[in-house]
Nanobody, 124 residues
Framework: QVQLVESGGGLVQAGGSLRLSCAASGRTSSPYAIGWFRQIPGKEREYVAAIGWGADMSYYADSVKGRFTIFRDNAKNTVVLQMNSLKLEDTAVYYC?????????????????WGQGTQVTVSS
């Protein structure tokens, strides 16, 4: 199993930046991919970005491309989502999720392990 803990959420003004971290523990000696998803109450969980085991295997939803960057430090078992130029519509609870193996996915159903979530609120 892989345990995940997110941190770094908070309140920020539109146009500002936040950095979310996802710390993994447990079965981290095996390759695993990480996805970031977000959810607003009453809506389905939405894919944001993902990264495979290799640092160059990063992918983004169109809504965040060019504003968000995902990267990982396998030595520290940490994946970071750097969020710049934040918009009001980025407000949500952000979750990181893990799936064992080299490749990520943009579907939340393909992830086996989830963090508890961290709130991101963007104000005008």
């Amino acid at each position: 199993q892989v345990q995940l803990v997110e941190s770094g959420g908070g309140l920020v003004q539109a146009g500002g930046s936040l950095r979310l971290s996802c710390a993994a523990s447990g079965r981290t000696s095996s390759p695993y991919a990480i996805g970031w998803f977000r959810q607003i109450p009453g809506k389905e969980r939405e894919y944001v970005a993902a990264i495979g085991w290799g640092a160059d295997m990063s992918y983004y939803a169109d809504s965040v491309k060019g504003r968000f960057t995902i990267f990982r430090d396998n030595a520290k078992n940490t994946v970071v989502l750097q969020m710049n130029s934040l918009k009001l519509e980025d407000t949500a609870v952000y979750y990181c999720a893990a799936r064992l193996g080299y490749y990520s996915s943009d579907s939340f159903s393909n992830y086996d392990y989830w963090g508890q979530g961290t709130q991101v609120t963007v104000s005008s």
